[in-house]
């Protein structure tokens, strides 16, 4: 699925559509790609995270991620009906305050499906692992 | 060497009785006057009281340019300092009525009668020093512009002055002596720039050609008693200059302390002056042999200007204490590093001169923006600039800065303490710092905003491991740190009025995935 999309002038993370989405790659790592462009920089902090640490034979520690909605930032529903599923830990900074928002005329329903176990498998994708990807970023500096 | 004096007005050697009138039942006497040495010829009497002439003031008119001189001075115009010593006869018995009663007494008169036509002033009395016994020649120092007169008589006008007088009312303290006073020669000090009754230093001279000039080295030599010294101490009753613009001078005051009287103050009733009376001038030649060096001590009683804006090849250095005095003026031929406490109200000002570690208790001008940088200097009043420009205080200590020019001020502030800028239009900047940032992951963006806003002041797409800065211009920034591959990093409010290095360790980000 595409990522969230990020208004830093507004703090929307507008989900795009609906349909399946996972908090670490379409939220939490566009959020990452996002901030690096342009002066997306000077906006507050839309993220943080926890867990993720190898913890041996093939597992890690389950990631949490918190959406910083105590500096302002909610999550948008998206214009369209129907329904989203969230997977991941994905919790509000500020669990007092709300963090999503239906779009206005459409409704949109959200389910956030999260892990109940402190720690997962890692599974190999097609894509990089984690490990793989900080290793990659580690060749610049020996250039 | 030399103290240069005028010629005199009135060397007092022509009979008494020559005059240009007196007031009271007078017998002025026959013989020539005084003129020192008082001591080969005392008996020289030119004024003297009636015998029983208690509370009736006598005294005997002389013209300002010789004992019948009809020469007339506009006292409007320019302030004139007229200044001569006298002594009274039997110093150990001075009959004279006390200063309430104008004892002694000094008579500024005008027109082609003066002894009916003049101001007076209570000068002294033998409740004063001015009228002590055994106190020797003492001073009479007017400025023909004072207003201070205890009365005038008849119509004065001060447009045309002719005469002046000593009179005196006696008084039969002991003894039936008459009252008697001797005249020394009289000057008639001009007081502008380059004038030509200007007493000036020229040479290689000091304060003690001063002395040499007035009280010479014996009676041969001695014209007067009014410029004194008592050990480094010199008492300067006059305007000066020095140099004449035309002739070498090197002077140095040797750390000297000098001393110019204030106006009418207590038992200082001889000393009538106004502001401009007891001005200072330097007036050098266009030539780098020349120089003035003041490192003395300066205490002026009357806020008369200083005028030092020359701005030629010579030089002067005013490394001393100058207190007292009024406007103080210094050009680029001066560097002022001294103390400079003025009268109330008055300021330095500067026009091109090197200040620096100067101390100003008071306001400071800035003049001109030949001179844009200022370290070290001290000013517990308004620092004032009327020229607009870009000025550089470093290590300053300033209480307030204004603007006058008009225009835009900025002041790069670099280690200085600026009170209050009470403006209109001044930006004070700050200098700029360094930020450094080390052990950063390559290809890391980082971004550096004024603390609390998003206003960026530095940064760079892909850092290096080091990141540096040297134009932080604020004193607190945020600090963005951000590699996709690593956790985010914001660093708040990092101090940035001095030279900031952080060391920086980004932590892997094992919940980025990059597919």
Same mark, same amino acid.
């Given at each position: ?20 989405? @996972? ?34 034979? @093939? ?22 009906? @129907? ?42 994708? @097609? ?17 | ?221 001695? /014209? ?152 070290? /200097? ?47 239009? /001044? ?51 945020? /600090? ?36």
């Amino acid at each position: 699925m595409s990522d969230a999309i990020f208004d830093g002038d507004s703090l929307y993370i507008t989900i795009p559509s609906t349909g399946n989405f @996972g908090v670490g790659k379409n939220f939490y790592s566009a959020w990452k790609e996002w901030v690096a462009l342009s002066d997306n920089a000077k906006y507050p902090l839309a993220f943080d995270t926890t867990g993720g640490d190898s913890v041996g034979g @093939g597992q890690e520690i389950a990631p949490y991620y918190f959406c910083r909605n105590d500096l302002g930032w909610r999550i948008k529903m998206p214009s369209q009906d @129907g329904e989203i599923t969230v997977t991941g830990n994905l919790f509000p900074r500020d669990p007092s305050s709300s963090l999503f928002e239906q779009t206005s005329g459409f409704d949109a329903f959200l389910r956030l499906e999260v892990s109940t176990r402190a720690v997962v498998v890692e599974v190999e994708t @097609g894509a990089l692992t984690a490990t793989q990807a900080g290793q990659l970023a580690l060749i610049p500096a020996l250039l | 060497m030399a103290f240069n004096l005028p010629t005199p007005q009135n060397l007092h050697t022509a009979d008494a009785t020559s005059n240009r009138g007196f007031v009271g039942n007078l017998n002025p006497g026959i013989k020539v006057g005084g003129n020192l040495p008082i001591s080969t010829d005392g008996a020289e009497v030119i004024n003297r009281t009636a015998s029983d002439a208690t509370g009736n003031p006598a005294g005997v008119f002389f013209g300002m340019d010789g004992n019948t001189s009809t020469n007339s001075y506009d006292s409007t115009q320019e302030a004139r300092v007229l200044l001569w010593s006298l002594q009274y006869n039997a110093p150990n018995r001075i009959q004279s009525s006390n200063l309430a009663n104008g004892g002694s007494r000094f008579w500024l008169g005008s027109g082609s009668s003066p002894n009916q036509n003049y101001k007076e002033f209570f000068i002294g009395g033998h409740d004063t020093p001015f009228c002590a016994s055994q106190a020797g020649p003492v001073t009479m120092c007017i400025d023909i512009s004072d207003t201070s007169n205890d009365n005038t008589i008849g119509a004065f006008d001060p447009t045309d002055i002719t005469a002046y007088a000593h009179g005196s009312v006696r008084t039969n303290i002991v003894g039936t002596q008459t009252l008697s006073s001797f005249f020394q020669r009289a000057f008639l000090f001009t007081t502008t720039k380059g004038s030509s009754n200007l007493p000036t230093f020229t040479g290689v001279s000091n304060f003690d050609d001063a002395i040499l000039a007035v009280q010479g080295t014996s009676y041969t030599n001695k /014209i007067g008693a009014w410029l004194t010294k008592s050990g480094s101490s010199f008492f300067v009753p006059c305007p000066f200059s020095f140099g004449d613009g035309n002739t070498a001078i090197t002077f140095n005051d040797n750390g000297a302390s000098v001393v110019s009287p204030a106006s009418n103050s207590q038992n200082q009733e001889n000393f009538r002056l106004t502001n401009d009376a007891m001005r200072i001038y330097l007036d050098m030649r266009n030539n780098a042999a020349d120089s003035v060096v003041l490192s003395g001590s300066y205490a002026w009683g009357t806020a008369a200007d200083w005028d030092f804006n020359q701005s030629r090849l010579s030089t002067c250095l005013l490394s001393g204490n100058f207190t007292g005095m009024g406007d103080f003026k210094i050009g680029s031929s001066v560097t002022a590093s001294g103390s400079f406490n003025l009268s109330t109200g008055k300021r330095v000002k500067c026009n091109g001169a090197n200040i620096n570690s100067i101390t100003v208790t008071g306001g400071l001008n800035i003049e001109t923006n030949t001179v844009t940088s200022f370290s070290n /200097i001290s000013v517990t009043g308004a620092m004032d600039f009327d020229t607009a420009g870009t000025y550089t205080l470093t290590n300053c200590t300033v209480n307030e800065i204004t603007n006058s020019s008009g225009g835009a001020i900025i002041i790069n502030n670099s280690g200085s303490t600026i009170t209050t800028n009470t403006g209109p239009n /001044i930006t004070i900047v700050l200098p700029p710092k360094t930020l450094t940032l080390t052990g950063l992951q390559a290809n890391s963006e980082v971004r550096v905003y004024t603390a609390g806003t998003t206003t960026e002041v530095a940064g760079v797409e892909n850092s290096g491991t080091t990141f540096t800065d040297a134009t932080i211009v604020v004193n607190s920034v945020d /600090i963005v740190i951000h590699n996709v591959f690593y956790e985010y990093q914001k660093i708040e409010a990092a101090d940035t009025s001095s030279d900031l290095t952080l060391p920086i360790q980004q932590r892997f980000d094992r919940n980025y995935s990059n597919v």
